[in-house]
């Protein structure tokens, strides 16, 4: 089982990027999609997740109004659209497949993990 995360870059305060999450050698259309986050020195953290179907999304209240995730079952992807980015906002970015229809904001929720995609956020 692989995820694969692209999509990250240098941008500049307030600019945007689009991450994306595609999986290969299975399909995750019943399971919970997220994004986490790492900064250097810090503890991964969440950001976002979505459920089974896309009707329910969650999101980290420092991303909360900045940020969208979304998915597309038939594609066997994930994207999260950032906006209104902020240095703070530097990490590596993580792609994760929940064990279940929905994934919450901790770790152990997950089974499945991309490699990280480094956002670099300048001011």
């Known amino acids: 089982v692989q995820l694969q995360a692209s999509g990250g870059g240098l941008v500049q305060a307030g600019g945007s990027l689009t991450l994306s999450c595609k999986a290969s050698?299975?399909?995750?259309?019943?399971?919970?999609l997220a994004w986490f986050r790492q900064a250097p020195g810090k503890e991964r953290e969440f950001v976002a997740a979505?459920?089974?179907?896309?009707?329910?999304?969650y999101y980290a209240d420092s991303v909360k109004g900045r940020f969208t995730i979304s998915r597309d079952n038939a594609k066997n992807t994930e994207t999260l659209q950032m906006n209104s980015l902020k240095p703070e906002d530097t990490a590596d970015y993580y792609c994760?497949?929940?064990?279940?229809?929905?994934?919450?904001?901790?770790?152990?929720?997950?089974?499945?993990w991309g490699q990280g995609t480094l956002v670099t956020v300048s001011s």
């Open positions: 994760a497949a929940a064990r279940g229809a929905v994934g919450g904001s901790g770790r152990d929720d997950y089974a499945y």
């Open positions: 050698k299975r399909t995750f259309s019943n399971n919970g």
């Open positions: 979505i459920n089974w179907n896309g009707g329910r999304k």
